[in-house]
Antibody
Framework: QVQLEQSGAEVKKIGSSVKVSCKVS????????ISWVRQAPGQGLEWMGR????????NYAQKFQGRVTITADKSTSTAFMELSSLRSDDTAVYYC??????????????WGKGTTVTVYS | QTVVTQEPSSSVSPGGTVTLTCALN?????????PSWYQQTPGQAPRTLIY???IRSSGVPDRFSGSILGDKAALTITGAQADDECDYYC??????????FGGGTKLTVL
């Protein structure tokens, strides 16, 4: 059974960066895309980007281009999402999600429990 | 700019049937957008219900079904239950590895 374990809550100052991790267990890590999705308080889901661990390549939503970096470490079956130049409206719960299958494209399938990032001034 | 639109809210009676939709500002939604649907209860991570238009995720009961209705993707819930009351999100694939979520529908069962 595939499980995604995310790192703990973060409190960051405006202008700094945050890096959230997502460790995948119970499956073949390198074969499945990992996406990152965030949800601001009281708001909807927002897709940020994804990494293809097999190729080590990533794609990002235009809104986050230049500010987000999503990577994958095959040796530890862990994906990372780093968001820089943090603003107060980056306060949100950040989820990682593994693709439902190895097809391209593949929807989000198994979700992590989320990591709360709070940005303060 | 790509905008995916869902009904902000919808309601259904217990045991009834409801259809939620997912539209695209730039045109019709087709299977080529690989529509998927996610369910989220307050304070919890989303749960995948449907992907590739109409494939149910593992463990999802068959009263949840996905389709294309006209120019929109649709999620139909038959025999609605009280614990179906939560938020539902669709997502569409835009190509080049990019997904876009709709704004979500808050479903009330009353």
């Amino acid at each position: 059974q595939v499980q995604l374990e995310q790192s703990g809550a973060e409190v960051k100052k405006i202008g700094s960066s945050v890096k959230v991790s997502c460790k995948v267990s119970g499956g073949r890590f390198h074969s499945y895309d990992i996406s990152w999705v965030r949800q601001a308080p009281g708001q909807g889901l927002e897709w940020m980007g994804r990494v293809m661990p097999l190729l080590g390549t990533a794609n990002y939503a235009q809104k986050f281009q230049g500010r987000v970096t999503i990577t994958a470490d095959k040796s530890t079956s862990t994906a990372f999402m780093e968001l820089s130049s943090l603003r107060s409206d980056d306060t949100a719960v950040y989820y990682c999600a593994r693709a439902v299958d190895v097809a391209v494209p593949a929807a989000l399938g198994v979700w992590g429990k989320g990591t709360t990032v709070t940005v303060y001034s | 700019q790509t905008v995916v639109t869902q009904e902000p809210s919808s309601s259904v009676s217990p045991g009834g049937t409801v259809t939620l939709t997912c539209a695209l500002n730039s045109g019709s939604v087709s299977t080529g957008y690989y529509p998927s649907w996610y369910q989220q209860t307050p304070g919890q991570a989303p749960r995948t219900l449907i992907y590739n238009t109409n494939i149910r995720s593992s463990g999802v009961p068959d009263r949840f079904s996905g389709s294309i209705l006209g120019d929109k993707a649709a999620l139909t819930i038959t025999g609605a239950q009280a614990d179906d009351e939560c938020d539902y999100y669709c997502a569409l694939y835009m190509g080049y590895g990019i997904w876009v979520f709709g704004g979500g529908t808050k479903l009330t069962v009353l």
